[in-house]
């Protein structure tokens, strides 16, 4: 079973990572896992905007056949690393990060917490 993980935020941009995400699983059997998680200090549903993104990140996941799971967590890298171990995925799909500092890219902080455990696979940000 090849169950994939695709961590977005609530961007409506994310569609592409998710329908790259439903690629990779192709027609294998195994789960598609949509995930967003929020830190505790930034605001959640607290704008019609964010409530729109959610909203959409919900009919995607329908649309995609696919289990959706939002949490608010202070520590986001362990949250998620929990999630790849408890949905026993196999491919992590993220885009690709804008903060270049390494010891502040999220990107690198999980590839370490995951390396034995799932592979990683950064989607590369569109060009404008």
Do not use: W
Not at 40 to 57: I, N, W
Not at 61 to 86: C, P
């Amino acid at each position: 079973m090849k169950n994939v993980m695709v961590c977005v935020t609530q961007q409506k941009t994310c569609d592409r990572l998710i329908r790259y995400g439903k690629k990779l699983l192709g027609n294998s059997k195994g789960e598609l896992h949509i995930i967003h998680i929020a830190h505790y200090e930034f605001k959640f549903l607290g704008q019609s905007e964010e409530g729109d993104a959610l909203e959409y990140l919900y009919q995607k996941a329908s649309e995609y056949g696919a289990n959706l799971t939002v949490v608010r967590s202070n520590n986001i890298l362990a949250t998620m690393a929990n999630l790849v171990e408890k949905n026993k995925i196999k491919i992590v799909v993220m885009g690709e990060s804008r903060e270049t500092k390494s010891d502040k890219n999220i990107v690198s902080g999980f590839r370490k917490l995951i390396d034995d455990k799932a592979e990683l696979i950064i989607v590369p940000m569109e060009e404008d």
